[in-house]
């Protein structure tokens, strides 16, 4: 095992915990609502951007409500059909709808759902650091997905999580998929600026 892979195994074990305990502590589920306000009021998305959510599992902090308000918004909202080893596909979500269970137990579209591409794609995590590091569950799905989306145009990626979970450095390597903006309870937060002309057609940046 190299040191990298060793290193984010260790930082699993104590994100995970932190993570659990984050989620203990927040029995009542204001964290979500208190996101969903942060990232309202703090996340520039503006009007006409295709948002890619999650529907959240165990421990991950619960982004529903802020999709619910997005979609009240206008925005068309898409949520991921995973196949094993494959990048993930976006398709049509609408408070609504009805999920069906996928890989590992996931609530997804059914595959009769149109498919959508995501301009913003908001990812859940179990560790982030202030330089846009993320650390995922090890299966490579976001870290496969998030190249394919932006060949297709310009993605800007933000992290959903609880404020708890930031650590001072994740361990990171070529291929680990950076951050753009990561949003938790207390706040949104820029973590890397990117000056590209498209900006201006979906953020007011």
């Given at each position: 095992?190299?040191?990298?892979?060793?290193?984010?195994?260790?930082?699993?074990?104590r994100?995970?915990?932190?993570?659990?305990?984050?989620?203990?502590?927040?029995?009542?589920?204001?964290?979500?609502i208190?996101l969903?306000?942060?990232?309202?009021?703090?996340?520039?998305?503006?009007?006409?951007?295709?948002?890619?959510g999650?529907?959240?599992?165990?421990?991950?902090?619960?982004?529903?409500?802020l999709l619910?308000?997005?979609?009240?918004?206008?925005?068309?909202?898409?949520?991921?059909?995973?196949?094993?080893?494959?990048?993930?596909?976006?398709?049509r979500?609408?408070?609504?709808?009805?999920?069906?269970?996928?890989?590992?137990?996931?609530?997804?579209?059914?595959?009769?759902?149109?498919?959508?591409?995501?301009?913003?794609?908001?990812?859940?995590?179990l560790?982030?650091?202030?330089?846009?590091?993320?650390?995922?569950?090890?299966?490579?799905?976001?870290?496969?997905?998030?190249?394919?989306?932006?060949?297709?145009k310009?993605?800007?990626?933000?992290?959903?999580?609880?404020a708890?979970q930031?650590?001072?450095?994740?361990?990171?390597?070529?291929?680990?998929?950076?951050?753009?903006?990561?949003?938790?309870?207390?706040?949104?937060?820029?973590?890397?600026r990117?000056?590209?002309?498209?900006?201006?057609?979906?953020?007011?940046?």
């Amino acid at each position: 095992m190299s040191d990298i892979a060793e290193e984010k195994r260790v930082l699993r074990v104590r994100a995970a915990e932190k993570r659990r305990a984050a989620h203990a502590h927040d029995a009542s589920g204001e964290a979500s609502i208190q996101l969903r306000d942060r990232a309202l009021a703090e996340l520039p998305i503006a009007a006409g951007a295709v948002v890619g959510g999650y529907w959240p599992m165990g421990t991950e902090m619960n982004v529903h409500p802020l999709l619910v308000a997005l979609h009240e918004r206008g925005h068309v909202i898409g949520l991921p059909r995973v196949r094993r080893g494959q990048p993930m596909t976006y398709h049509r979500w609408q408070p609504k709808d009805r999920l069906v269970s996928g890989v590992f137990g996931i609530g997804m579209p059914d595959h009769h759902t149109p498919e959508v591409h995501p301009d913003v794609l908001l990812m859940p995590l179990l560790a982030f650091d202030r330089r846009g590091n993320r650390l995922g569950y090890g299966s490579g799905y976001n870290d496969r997905t998030v190249p394919v989306l932006r060949a297709r145009k310009p993605l800007l990626c933000v992290g959903i999580a609880y404020a708890a979970q930031e650590f001072e450095a994740v361990p990171h390597d070529t291929l680990d998929q950076r951050l753009d903006w990561v949003v938790t309870e207390n706040g949104a937060r820029r973590v890397e600026r990117r000056r590209f002309p498209w900006l201006r057609r979906f953020f007011n940046s």
